[in-house]
């Protein structure tokens, strides 16, 4: 019993996942921010071509 609780503290797979996860949120999140900054400055050079045509 004891060892298996030893192994199961030393396991390194876990935390690898762990791991993995936060970055990928991080990676989600960084473009989502860039989506949303880039989709405004879009939409406001789309108006200005679409109103200098009118």
């Known amino acids: 019993m004891r060892t298996s609780i030893r192994r199961f503290l ?5 935390a690898t996942a762990i791991e993995y996860g936060l970055i ?23 108006t200005n071509i679409s109103t200098q045509l009118k």
């Open 10 to 14: 030393r396991a390194q797979s876990g």
């Open 24 to 46: 990928a949120a991080g990676i989600a999140v960084a473009i989502i921010a860039v989506v949303n900054t880039l989709g405004s400055q879009l939409a406001t050079v789309f």
